[in-house]
């Protein structure tokens, strides 16, 4: 839902202040004159209570900026005319944007703000004469603290939803850019070490003095980074192992008497290095298909966004004539081909099939690996015939086309289909165990075969 615009908020604010007689209005802008300092501490010791708040409002910083402003803040709320209440509203504004700027949770300001209440009514019980209806003062603060507070907590929430989407978007971009660099940059890094340790062994330095692997630029850079983001691949344990065993063994035997093993040691160094390049550009491959949201094996969008697109799909489809269909794709009897050709022709297989379905959609779908041997095509602006007929030429297209399991064997492989076209529901969790469904019966019923639901 739309929030209100501007205007309807000077409307309301202005509509608020009519209500109450000038009197009152004079009688608690002069509480507020007298008062100020003790309700801006009222406010501001409930955020210090908070341990998050606290680590960035100390309390030399809650007397030098901000308690002024919060005096500020609260003349300007309670003068008796307003003479812009637009730029009212604006000041409201900007001091939510403020507060999701640095973080301060939005209960906590609320919190805040009922204290501040709390502390008014107070002064207004004891310090308001007879003919001043306590009650109606009440009323007055109470409406104005709360429509700030309004105006504050939505303009909070847009800033933060910005903030998030930023931070995402970044995080995003700093991994699929990051992984390319640190790539070369640790490939130089290690064939530095390698040079540096070339030389000292050609200037006949002393053993103690050769640089260590684990100590050099490359090696602090694996030890701290690498092995805590790639923590569990398997390449991980081989490289520290060959890492330790470049330090402990192979640097001591390089100061041997006899020069054919001091040959050998070098060799193995470098060998050593050359390994690890390796098995770590593996692992940073791996990584940046990862990072990026694409499956490794068959450079098919992964399920990591698959959250955004559905719920970007079903937002479309709200503003569109259009629908879009989940297809849940399933190779049938998969199993039975690893276990009689043997994984990698299992794993040919499943890039053969990606191909297919890639091939076969148009640039607005989107075709992701569920996982194992299933895949899910989101299918965008069709219909339940157009949907019906993709699901089957698909079907069709695996069925012909032989593929290529290992270099000398070709195999037919077949698909089950399940297909169901989104209905509005505004849970996308709702289609996907649907075409889930429909897929289940395809392959209860025989498999090769799509079912619509
Ligand atoms: N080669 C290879 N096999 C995988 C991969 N991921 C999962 N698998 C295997 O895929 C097989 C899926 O077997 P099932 O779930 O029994 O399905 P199925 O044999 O296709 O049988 P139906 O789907 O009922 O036709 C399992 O043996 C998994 O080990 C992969 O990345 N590569």
Not at 59 to 68: A, C, G
Not at 174 to 180: C, D, H, R
Not at 202 to 230: E, M, V
Not at 299 to 307: A, E, I, M, P, T
Request: with cysteine; hydrophobic share 40%; glycine share 4%.
């Amino acid at each position: 839902m739309r929030y209100k615009d501007k205007y309807q908020l000077v409307a309301e604010w202005q509509a608020l202040q009519a209500r109450t007689s000038v009197p009152i209005r004079q009688a608690v802008a002069a509480l507020v004159d007298v008062h100020a300092v003790d309700f801006a501490d009222r406010f501001y010791s409930v955020m210090l209570e908070d341990p998050h708040a606290s680590l960035f409002l100390s309390n030399d910083q809650v007397k030098q900026r901000l308690n002024p402003s919060m005096q500020r803040w609260l003349k300007a709320m309670f003068t008796v005319e307003h003479a812009d209440f637009e730029a009212l509203v604006e000041q409201q504004e900007k001091v939510g944007q403020v507060h999701a700027r640095i973080d301060i949770p939005i209960n906590l300001v609320l919190n805040g703000a009922r204290q501040l209440k709390q502390a008014f009514y107070e002064q207004i019980n004891t310090a308001f004469k007879s003919h001043l209806s306590p009650g109606n003062a009440s009323v007055y603060v109470s409406d104005h603290i709360d429509m700030a507070m309004e105006i504050m907590s939505h303009a909070y929430s847009v800033a933060s939803d910005r903030n998030a989407r930023t931070e995402e978007a970044y995080k995003l971009f700093s991994l699929t850019q990051s992984i390319g660099d640190e790539r070369e940059r640790q490939r130089s890094a290690l064939l530095n070490w390698e040079n540096e340790l070339m030389f000292a062994v050609a200037a006949q330095q002393d053993i103690a003095t050769l640089p260590r692997l684990s100590n050099s630029d490359f090696g602090l850079w694996y030890f701290h980074k690498a092995c805590h983001a790639f923590e569990g691949a398997p390449e991980i344990v081989t490289i520290s192992r060959h890492i330790q065993r470049v330090d402990r063994e192979w640097l001591d035997a390089l100061q041997h008497e006899d020069i054919s093993q001091r040959l050998k040691a070098l060799g193995e160094i470098r060998d050593a290095a050359r390994t690890v390049l390796m098995l770590l550009d593996d692992v940073l491959e791996r990584a940046s298909g990862l990072d990026a949201g694409r499956d490794s094996l068959t450079r098919l969008l992964n399920r990591k966004f698959l959250s955004v697109v559905l719920s970007r799909e079903i937002e479309i489809a709200r503003h569109s004539e259009h629908s879009f269909a989940l297809l849940m794709v399933d190779i049938d009897h998969f199993k039975s081909i690893n276990d009689t050709h043997g994984h990698d022709a299992g794993d040919n297989v499943l890039q053969q099939v990606a191909s297919i379905l890639d091939r076969s959609t148009r640039g607005g779908d989107y075709v992701f690996r569920m996982g194992g041997e299933e895949f899910l095509i989101v299918l965008v602006n069709t219909d339940h015939d157009g949907c019906r007929l993709f699901a089957e030429r698909l079907r069709q297209s695996v069925a012909k086309e032989p593929m290529l399991a290992a270099a000398d064997t070709l195999l037919n492989v077949t698909i089950s289909v399940g297909v169901t076209l989104h209905d509005g529901h505004p849970d996308y969790n709702n289609s996907l165990q649907r075409a889930d469904k429909a897929l289940y019966q395809a392959k209860r019923s025989g498999r090769n075969r799509v079912v619509v639901q």
